[in-house]
């Protein structure tokens, strides 16, 4: 592992980082590339106020542009994805299209330490006949025994996060989805805390559909969400939440006949947002000029600076590098009050669920950052 990042300084510039101290957020919301905003310009607003309802052209292009980029960042073909304006939403018209072809199998699986507004999808899914079921938060994400041991021949389908919001465990997204494949099971992901900070393509993770956003390590803003689906399954998929965009041809405008658009774009629906995707776009545009594996590197070359000088007896308490995704999520316990001080007092954007303090590196944080959060926690020093 890099003990320290050699990364040029203007990379952190094409930013706008909220001061004064160091921002460790991102796994709340990221922070917006300068060149964002004059793409929200040119793509959105002077569209909208040169050409009025002739804008349309333009801001499809844009929706295009969008689809494209998650391809270029993240695999898979742009046709295979779909605009979302989040992942409940997207998982929500996911459940709701899979065919009804008389199986018994009716169980929803993930794991409870899931983003909960995923798991409110899954409950909410009952009133179609699903059941929605848990696996105890004691049993371990990261184990692909917890996954082998509930992906019983009941489930229809299970969720699986990539990176768990709360925990900053990773789960084992690949092995799952070889377990999913062997026995029948529709294999869906959430990439919500992994993309843009840990390197993967959504192509080769062996998942049916993966579900993401671009308001954290995206740096897209909230509103971009998105949904991929491997391409032998769209056409099996009959979203019941549609509209003029998930049509074939969506300029047919005829009230009697609908078809489903033949790729990912049938989960579109009615008149979509702009302006997320625009602004989402161009992010990724930077990103993917910066490039993954570099953040990634970064990340972890940051996390290396903060433990080397945090407290000894603290040092226990930091996640393996490997079973852990962009965020340093670390149990404060009694301490919590203390941490929770002393960071603040430093000037330390973070936070907290629960007894977890939760402290994100991205492209915009230098080493001095890592120092100083690391020298602010209270404790003996090395
Ligand atoms: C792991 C994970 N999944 C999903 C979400 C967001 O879901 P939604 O876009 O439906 O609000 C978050 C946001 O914090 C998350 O951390």
Redesign the pocket.
Same mark, same amino acid.
């Given at each position: 592992m890099p003990m320290t990042s050699s990364l040029p300084p203007e990379t952190a510039e094409r930013f706008c980082v909220p001061g004064p101290g160091p921002y460790a957020l991102t !796994?709340?919301v990221g922070c917006l590339p300068k060149a964002s905003m004059d793409a929200l310009h040119a793509g959105f607003l002077r569209p909208w106020s040169q050409l009025g309802g002739d804008a349309w052209q333009e801001w499809l292009a844009r929706h295009d542009a969008f689809r494209s980029a998650l391809a270029d960042l993240l695999g898979g073909m742009p046709e295979e994805y779909c605009a979302? *304006?989040? #992942?409940? %939403? =997207? /998982?929500s018209k996911l459940l709701a299209s899979l065919p009804r072809n008389g199986s018994s199998r009716r169980v929803l699986l993930a794991a409870e330490d %899931?983003?909960p507004? /995923?798991g409110f &999808?899954l409950k909410q899914a009952e009133r179609f006949g699903f059941e929605a079921r848990l696996i105890p938060h004691e049993r371990s994400p990261a184990l692909l025994e917890t996954w082998s041991q509930a992906l019983t021949d009941e489930v229809r389908a299970v969720l699986v996060? !990539? &990176? !768990? %919001?709360?925990t900053g465990v990773v789960a084992p997204v690949e092995a799952i989805a070889r377990l999913c494949a062997d026995r029948e099971i529709l294999c869906i992901v959430?990439? *919500?805390? %992994?993309a843009g900070i840990l390197p993967l393509a959504v192509h080769t993770l062996g998942a049916h559909v993966v #579900? =993401?956003?671009c308001?954290?390590w995206l740096c897209g803003g909230?509103g971009a =969400?998105f949904m991929w689906i491997a391409p032998g399954l769209i056409e099996q998929l009959e979203p019941a939440d549609v509209g003029w965009l998930s049509h074939a041809d969506p300029f047919r405008f005829d009230i009697h006949s609908f078809e489903y658009a033949h790729d990912a774009r049938r989960f579109w629906g009615g008149t979509p947002s702009v302006a997320p995707f625009v602004l989402a776009a161009a992010s990724l545009h930077v990103l993917n000029e910066i490039g993954v594996q570099t953040i990634f590197a970064h990340n972890r070359a940051l996390m290396n600076v903060f433990a080397m000088e945090m407290p000894r007896a603290w040092r226990a308490r930091l996640p393996a590098p490997e079973q852990t995704g962009g965020t340093l999520c670390i149990r404060a316990g009694s301490a919590l009050d203390a941490v929770r001080a002393r960071l603040q007092e430093a000037d330390v954007r973070f936070d907290c669920r629960g007894e977890i303090v939760r402290l994100s590196f991205h492209i915009v944080n230098t080493p001095e950052h890592a120092l100083r959060i690391a020298r602010a926690w209270p404790g003996e020093r090395p």
């Open positions: !796994h709340s979302q *304006a989040n #992942l409940s %939403s =997207g /998982l %899931s983003f507004s /995923l &999808v996060t !990539h &990176v !768990h %919001s709360q959430d990439i *919500a805390q %992994s #579900l =993401g956003s308001v954290k909230p =969400g």
